[in-house]
């Protein structure tokens, strides 16, 4: 009985999806772009984890994590890239004076 009850413990909880994102990310894209989503889905609980930690899908219960980086995330880990990212530097004109702006970098 209480091996049952351990691996019951264990089952992701039907309807519950836990998803981890950077703070960021999840201010500035995810939860603007929900709008809508419970009314869609009310059989769907969501549950956000916003960390710059890198979430255990095992330990931590993570059903789907956004990362920034590169493969390979790991053996067991299928990842799909969402879009391409610009980094882009941006100075204060006060700044850089009567310097020109590189166009490469240093």
């Known amino acids: 009985d209480e091996m049952r009850q351990a691996t019951a413990a264990l089952r992701p909880t039907p309807g ?9 990310f999840a201010a500035k894209w995810l939860i603007p772009n929900m709008a809508g989503l419970a009314e869609r889905h009310p059989d769907v609980d969501l549950r956000i984890l916003a960390t710059e930690k890198v979430s255990s899908f095992h ?46 970098p240093a």
Request: hydrophobic fraction near 45%.
């Open 16 to 24: 519950r999806v836990t998803i981890s994102v950077t703070p960021s």
């Open 59 to 104: 330990g931590d219960g993570i059903d789907l994590a956004v990362r920034q980086g590169r493969p390979p995330f790991g053996a067991s880990i299928e990842a799909v890239l969402l879009f391409a990212q610009e980094l882009i530097a941006v100075a204060a004109p006060e700044l850089l004076g009567d310097r020109t702006v590189p166009v490469t």
